[in-house]
């Protein structure tokens, strides 16, 4: 074994340490605490791009009088008395000022002691503003929509409703309140499904465990046979376990609506079939029916083989929320033809282990 000299190895460990700081893509800022304040010694790439200060700026000068606004002076101050009086690290979600305003982190102090007399540490910020503004919006939209949109859908649905049960003037009235009754519909399904893409964007796939698909999609069957006169045909096994958890009935019903409510006939034709995939591990579901085809540039967009641009997008959330609740899972979606004559979207899942 090759043995180093102390000076030589504690100038390897340095040089090391130092491509790691420079390397790590979290703004890192190295300070000294003098009479309380952290005084700038040097920061990585990562805190210049982030907070837009030079490093000629910082270093020398207190971190607080830079990054921290004027009214979380006292947080930020408690937060060095933590570091300059501890050995552990200090976390926190904090807010602090760059050269383009505010923006949302998580903070970690890292403190050492270089002599018996100096503290040092480290301010560590992993930036959050975005995650913690899309959490922000989603709940802004899931509150409106739940709350606002499908209710106001409902008092729609219930008006044409009554509307339609009355005798009408002329059969352009009855098609004109069909059609307000066919819109609300829409409008109440869509604030369910963004209300439902809501829950499935927020699940952690840590809370994916092993279930039997078999339960989850015949109860979506049987609701929706309950609700509308539609011939829905089941092909099951007696199980089958899958690597997912309760929200996959989320995908299913979404498709065996989309099967139902997309298909002008007064009598659709859907099919739902459970069955192993291949050899490899792999179980699938398909949900089939003798509607309309799903148009080719929605299928694209959703399957990621075309870009989203202002005019191809799709025109609701249902596929989207299909998609998202599968790729939870780890598993994958896509577009047939079916033998009924219509669509055959299949949802490809991984088995349970012992499958």
Same mark, same amino acid.
């Given at each position: 074994?090759?043995?180093?000299?102390?000076?030589?190895?504690?100038?390897?460990?340095?040089?090391?340490?130092?491509?790691?700081?420079?390397?790590?893509?979290?703004?890192?800022?190295?300070?000294?605490?003098?009479?309380?304040?952290?005084?700038?010694?040097?920061?990585?790439?990562?805190?210049?791009?982030?907070?837009?200060?030079?490093?000629?700026?910082?270093?020398?000068?207190?971190?607080?009088?830079? #990054?921290?606004?004027?009214? !979380?002076?006292?947080? %930020?101050?408690?937060?060095?008395? @933590? $570091? *300059?009086?501890?050995?552990?690290?200090?976390?926190?979600?904090?807010?602090?000022?760059?050269?383009?305003?505010?923006?949302?982190?998580?903070?970690?102090?890292?403190?050492?002691?270089?002599?018996?007399?100096?503290?040092?540490?480290?301010?560590?910020?992993?930036?959050?503003?975005?995650?913690?503004?899309?959490?922000?919006?989603?709940?802004?939209?899931?509150? #409106?929509?739940?709350?606002? !949109?499908?209710?106001? %859908?409902?008092?729609?649905?219930? @008006? $044409? *409703?009554?509307?339609?049960?009355?005798?009408?003037?002329?059969?352009?009235?009855?098609?004109?309140?069909?059609?307000?009754?066919?819109?609300?519909?829409?409008?109440?399904?869509?604030?369910?499904?963004?209300?439902?893409?809501?829950?499935?964007?927020?699940?952690?796939?840590?809370?994916?465990?092993?279930?039997?698909?078999?339960?989850?999609?015949?109860?979506?069957?049987?609701?929706?046979?309950?609700?509308?006169? %539609?011939?829905?045909?089941?092909?099951?096994?007696?199980?089958?376990?899958?690597?997912?958890?309760?929200?996959?009935?989320?995908?299913?019903?979404?498709?065996?609506?989309?099967?139902?409510?997309?298909?002008?006939?007064?009598?659709?034709?859907?099919?739902?079939?459970?069955?192993?995939?291949?050899?490899?591990?792999?179980?699938?579901?398909?949900?089939?029916?003798?509607?309309?085809?799903?148009?080719?540039?929605?299928?694209?967009?959703?399957?990621?083989?075309?870009?989203?641009?202002?005019?191809?997008?799709?025109?609701?959330?249902?596929?989207?929320?299909?998609?998202?609740?599968?790729?939870?899972?780890?598993?994958?979606?896509?577009?047939?033809?079916?033998?009924?004559?219509?669509?055959?979207?299949?949802?490809?899942?991984?088995?349970?282990?012992?499958?």
């Amino acid at each position: 074994m090759i043995e180093h000299s102390p000076a030589y190895d504690d100038a390897a460990r340095g040089d090391q340490y130092r491509h790691l700081i420079e390397h790590i893509q979290d703004a890192v800022a190295e300070f000294e605490l003098v009479d309380g304040e952290p005084i700038v010694i040097d920061v990585n790439e990562a805190f210049i791009d982030v907070f837009g200060y030079s490093r000629e700026e910082l270093v020398g000068n207190s971190l607080n009088d830079w #990054i921290v606004p004027e009214w !979380l002076t006292d947080e %930020a101050q408690d937060l060095d008395e @933590h $570091t *300059s009086s501890s050995v552990e690290v200090n976390y926190q979600q904090i807010q602090r000022e760059t050269a383009d305003g505010l923006r949302e982190f998580l903070y970690r102090g890292i403190p050492y002691t270089d002599t018996e007399t100096r503290t040092d540490g480290f301010a560590i910020y992993t930036d959050l503003t975005e995650t913690i503004r899309t959490e922000r919006r989603l709940q802004v939209m899931n509150r #409106i929509l739940r709350h606002n !949109l499908r209710n106001r %859908a409902n008092v729609a649905v219930g @008006h $044409t *409703s009554r509307l339609l049960n009355e005798r009408m003037e002329s059969p352009e009235e009855t098609k004109t309140a069909a059609a307000i009754e066919e819109a609300a519909y829409d409008l109440g399904r869509m604030a369910e499904e963004a209300v439902a893409i809501h829950k499935i964007v927020k699940t952690d796939t840590v809370g994916t465990v092993e279930i039997d698909c078999v339960p989850v999609v015949r109860k979506v069957v049987d609701e929706h046979q309950q609700q509308h006169s %539609a011939d829905i045909e089941m092909n099951l096994p007696a199980e089958m376990a899958v690597k997912a958890n309760t929200k996959l009935r989320y995908a299913v019903d979404s498709l065996v609506d989309n099967a139902i409510s997309h298909n002008p006939t007064d009598d659709p034709n859907v099919r739902v079939r459970v069955v192993d995939a291949d050899a490899t591990g792999w179980a699938a579901i398909y949900v089939e029916d003798d509607a309309p085809a799903i148009p080719q540039d929605q299928r694209m967009v959703v399957t990621g083989e075309a870009e989203i641009t202002p005019t191809r997008h799709g025109t609701g959330l249902g596929l989207w929320l299909v998609k998202w609740t599968t790729e939870l899972f780890g598993g994958d979606l896509s577009f047939a033809t079916s033998d009924l004559g219509g669509n055959s979207v299949r949802i490809r899942l991984p088995k349970a282990d012992g499958e």
